[in-house]
T-cell receptor, first 112, second 109 residues
Framework: DVKVTQSSRYLVKRTGEKVFLECVQD?????MFWYRQDPGLGLRLIYF???????EKGDIPEGYSVSREKKERFSLILESASTNQTSMYLC???????????FGSGTRLTVV | QKEVEQNSGPLSVPEGAIASLNCTYS??????FFWYRQYSGKSPELIMF????GDKEDGRFTAQLNKASQYVSLLIRDSQPSDSATYLC?????????FGTGTSLTVIP
């Protein structure tokens, strides 16, 4: 089974801090994604990547950036954390888009 | 705007009954359709996918797709309390997935 590992399960950060969320997958998938999930709003795509050093904006990229220096690792960066970025962040990986995603266990980020 | 709509529920069914979850989508170019189960506090896990019109069965789960009417449904037979979760419908169109907001299912013992 594909394993997608997110480095932190819970994080508490202060407003204005730079925050790094790490995601690693172990099955050589080319496609990786970052979502945030909020009650009533569902899953919203932040950024995605189809290859190393490649990135595409999703629906809500503002306030975020990403890095993919190696195929297995896709990092989400909050340049200056704000309270409205308090959310559950989910990383996902996919071999092919018609095969669905495998999600990581999620990082619940609280910005105070 | 590509949209995936689900009835948010909550849907309650007694143990042993059939639970029926429905989803409609707006993009006629959608190719692949998925159902994810998400337990409270956990991440979504893929339970079914379907590509062609008709039914696809896997154990107690049946996915149904009708592209002409742009809906996909999930039937859970012999519902168990362990099926209590939020079920997310997802649609693949082009190079992205689009998720519904989920339907909360409670199976009452």
């Amino acid at each position: 089974d594909v394993k997608v590992t997110q480095s932190s399960r819970y994080l508490v950060k202060r407003t204005g801090e730079k925050v790094f969320l790490e995601c690693v997958q172990d099955m050589d998938h080319e496609n990786m994604f970052w979502y945030r999930q909020d009650p009533g709003l569902g899953l919203r795509l932040i950024y995605f990547s189809y290859d190393v050093k490649m990135k595409e904006k999703g629906d809500i990229p503002e306030g975020y950036s990403v890095s993919r220096e190696k195929k297995e690792r896709f990092s989400l960066i909050l340049e200056s954390a704000s309270t409205n970025q308090t959310s559950m962040y989910l990383c996902a990986s996919s071999l092919a888009l018609d095969r669905g995603y495998t999600f990581g266990s999620g990082t619940r980020l609280t910005v105070v | 705007q590509k949209e995936v709509e689900q009835n948010s529920g909550p849907l309650s069914v007694p143990e042993g009954a059939i639970a029926s979850l429905n989803c409609t989508y707006s993009d006629r170019g959608s190719q692949s359709f998925f159902w994810y189960r998400q337990y409270s506090g956990k991440s979504p896990e893929l339970i079914m996918f379907i590509y062609s019109n008709g039914d696809k069965e896997d154990g107690r789960f049946t996915a149904q797709l009708n592209k002409a009417s742009q809906y996909v449904s999930l039937l859970i037979r012999d519902s168990q309390p362990s099926d209590s979760a939020t079920y997310l419908c997802a649609v693949n169109a082009g190079n992205q997935f689009y998720f519904g907001t989920g339907t909360s299912l409670t199976v009452i013992p």
